[in-house]
Every structure is written in structure tokens, then in C-alpha cells.
């Protein structure tokens, strides 16, 4: 008979814990944790990182001058489209996230908290639709096998986030509340510090500490065949 530890955390600890992971966030903080999902979940697969270095190098030059700013916007609408219409279109507005996200990482250095809060909030809606739409398109070109190099580039991600997926499989049913899990937010909070520890650790390819609770809460728990069967067993039980 398998021994069963005790719950690490109860459903209230999870509920207060989650409540301060995300009430104590700083601007900065949302800041990284937004640019680490535009590069988990957009540059990284879909765009060269020279692009996007470039890109943020582009911004920063212009933050502090609206004329400057017009007219790098400008150059975004009429340059040459080098890839896809569907990347073309979410490039664009992945432009704009990154534009907020320094907008605001400007008004947080003049203590704007305001000002700073209100452009990271708008760029966090656009980051979440990008990350939505950019999924589809990458599902898409995996299904498709549009070349030998994306089919390759997948099948490394899978291997190389396997470790990972393992780690959250063994930690849902290590820290299982006695009473189970009592939601997918509350999971990842519990186990991001641990996976954070053990991407540090381990330094997994694709996987950062900025966007790991997100990609477990969003992805794995619901979607995720490995770590969607463990969280189906150790979630709690909906009362009837």
C-alpha cells in the first residue's frame, strides 16, 4: 500500500499564497514575466532572436521622443513582410506589446506607478492573445509537417521539456492537498517556486522561470497528456 504524505500546503494556505504571489508583483516583475512569455510563446519559435533583439533595441532608442516613436511605428506598417500574413499580423501586435512593456518600464524609472501599471496591464491582454493565437499556428505547423526543420524543432521541444512535465507530475502528487488540488491557479502557484528552482537547476532549452507557472497553469494542467492525467487524479472532487 503506497504510503501518503502529508499535504504540504492546505487549501487555504494555496488560496492566501496564491493571493500574495500575485498581489506583492512589482512592475517589474510583470514586466520580465510578459517578455518571457512573448519569447517562450512567439520569438523563439516563430521569429529569429536578432529580430527581436533588434526590435528592443529599436524601442529604447525612441521611448523617451513621441516623434521618434511615430516614426518607427510608421516604419512597422510599410516595411517589406518577410514572413507569413498570419506571423506578419501577430508580429505586428507582438511589436506593439514590447513598445508597452517599455513604456512602462519607462514610467516605472520616473515612479509613474500609475502610468506604469496602465501600459503593463494593456500590454498583458496583448501578450495573451499572442501566446493563444501563436499556439494555433505552431499546433498548426506541427500537424502539417510543414518542413523537416519545424517537424525537428518540435520534437526537440518535447524532449527537452519531458524532464520538466515530469517534475510537475511528481510534485502535483507529492504537495497534494488532502483534499486535492482545488484549482489549476492554485497548483501552479504552489509549484512555481519549486520549478523554478529546478529550471535553474537544470537549465531546460525553451523553458524560462519568468513564464513557468503561466505555461503550467495554461497549458500542462488542462492540455497536457503526462501532466493532465496527474492532475486529473489529484485535483480535488467537485461536491455534487
Given at each position: ?12 494556505q494555496i ?71 498570419e506571423i ?55 500537424a502539417d ?96
Amino acid at each position: 500500500m503506497k504510503e501518503t504524505k502529508p499535504a504540504l500546503f492546505s487549501p487555504i494556505q494555496i488560496t492566501m499564497n496564491t493571493n500574495e504571489s500575485i498581489g506583492n508583483t512589482t512592475v517589474d516583475k510583470a514586466i520580465a514575466r510578459n517578455h518571457g512569455m512573448l519569447w517562450d510563446g512567439f520569438f523563439h519559435p516563430l521569429i529569429k532572436l536578432d529580430e527581436y533583439k533588434k526590435l528592443l533595441e529599436d524601442i529604447r532608442a525612441v521611448i523617451a521622443n513621441p516623434e521618434l516613436q511615430a516614426e518607427l511605428e510608421t516604419r512597422w506598417r510599410n516595411e517589406d513582410r518577410l514572413h507569413s500574413e498570419e506571423i506578419n499580423t501577430l508580429l505586428q501586435d507582438a511589436r506593439y506589446a514590447c513598445l508597452y512593456l517599455e513604456l512602462a518600464r519607462d514610467a516605472e524609472k520616473h515612479e509613474n506607478r500609475d502610468r506604469a501599471w496602465a501600459f503593463t496591464s494593456y500590454a498583458s491582454v496583448q501578450v495573451g492573445e499572442i501566446s493563444e493565437k501563436s499556439a494555433a499556428i505552431i499546433t498548426a505547423f506541427e500537424a502539417d509537417k510543414c518542413s523537416s526543420r519545424n517537424s525537428r524543432n518540435g520534437a526537440s521541444r518535447t524532449k527537452n521539456f519531458l524532464p520538466a512535465k515530469e517534475e510537475v507530475v511528481r510534485l502535483l502528487e507529492e504537495l497534494k492537498p488532502e483534499s486535492g488540488w482545488p484549482s489549476c491557479s492554485g497548483a501552479a502557484s504552489a509549484l512555481e517556486k519549486h520549478m523554478t528552482e529546478f529550471i535553474l537547476k537544470t537549465r531546460p532549452s525553451g523553458l524560462t522561470s519568468s513564464n513557468i507557472r503561466n505555461r503550467i497553469e495554461k497549458n500542462w494542467l488542462p492540455g497536457d497528456d503526462l501532466v493532465n492525467r496527474a492532475w486529473k487524479k489529484t485535483k480535488a472532487v467537485e461536491k455534487e
